[in-house]
């Protein structure tokens, strides 16, 4: 671990991205302690322009709230969602693809069939849906975006079994007896985790933007600040107010191209390939 560690922070947009993450994160746990206040409360009057208070550098939306202390706390609701949501992808997928590649035959063609379902169906009209349906809320949308991003962490998996189940040393485990899940999980996994911890970091980039796409479109938690509730609040007076959408907008952009700068890091830190060729 610590020597991906030091190629990762070899890589400059991995450094960016580290660094860029790092700074997100310490405003979503600490930045409340700067804005006690409710995002929500009106501090000024409306369409307050940035840099014009002192206190409220970013302005104020069209109901007078306070710009920087939506876009702290919906940091907060991001990389939570982000986070969770790749978790529960991952709990759902590794499994589904370890078993399906290493039982192969029906097993592998059921859990295939299965995998197939869910992703003939766009992921974004599916969460729609699903959020639609079980009211919204950040359980909905955190369930939501985990049922729509696991089919990918189970078809990398189950290749990723496929090649590694002939080996010699899964032969040697299986000519002493152990079981198939012992083998899949102390045996097969943790060779196979590279290619999925390089999946995970884009996938809490792109959790984070359908978080904030449904948020856009009226479907996120209503009792939370969200970047996307932001964006799609500011939308309709972007003319005559474009620091309301501006600001949330950089944020969500930034934190995606930081985890994205973050995987590529990952990939080159963890594929021996790349690190041969670059040398």
Do not use: C, H
Not at 73 to 91: C, E, F, Q
Not at 241 to 246: C, E, G, L
Request: hydrophobic fraction near 55%; glycine fraction near 10%; aromatic fraction near 8%.
């Amino acid at each position: 671990m610590r020597q991906v560690w030091r190629m990762l922070l070899r890589n400059p947009g991995g450094v960016i991205g580290v660094a860029i993450l790092t700074i997100a994160i310490a405003v979503a746990l600490f930045g409340p302690l700067l804005f006690p206040t409710s995002p929500w409360r009106m501090v000024q009057r409306p369409f307050l322009p940035p840099f014009t208070v002192a206190n409220l550098p970013l302005g104020t939306d069209a109901l007078g709230r306070d710009v920087m202390a939506g876009i702290i706390y919906g940091a907060r609701v991001s990389l939570l969602v982000g986070l969770i949501s790749t978790l529960a992808s991952l709990a759902v997928g590794i499994p589904l693809g370890a078993a399906a590649g290493y039982f192969g035959g029906r097993v592998d063609d059921a859990l295939m069939r299965f995998t197939e379902f869910f992703q003939t169906v766009p992921s974004f009209a599916l969460a729609i849906v699903l959020v639609a349906i079980m009211q919204p809320s950040i359980v909905s949308i955190v369930t939501a975006i985990a049922i729509v991003s696991w089919p990918p962490v189970a078809r990398l998996v189950r290749g990723e079994v496929l090649s590694l189940r002939t080996r010699e040393y899964v032969q040697a485990a299986v000519v002493t007896g152990q079981t198939n899940w012992w083998i899949i999980w102390r045996e097969i996994l943790p060779n196979a985790l590279s290619p999925v911890i390089v999946l995970a970091s884009l996938m809490v980039a792109t959790a984070i933007l359908l978080e904030s796409s449904l948020s856009f479109l009226g479907l996120g938690d209503p009792n939370l600040m969200s970047w996307g509730y932001m964006v799609g609040a500011g939308r309709t007076v972007i003319r005559q107010a474009w620091w309301i959408t501006v600001f949330p907008g950089i944020a969500i952009l930034v934190s995606v191209l930081a985890l994205n700068l973050i995987g590529e890091g990952l990939n080159d830190a963890l594929n021996p390939r790349l690190a041969k060729g670059g040398r």
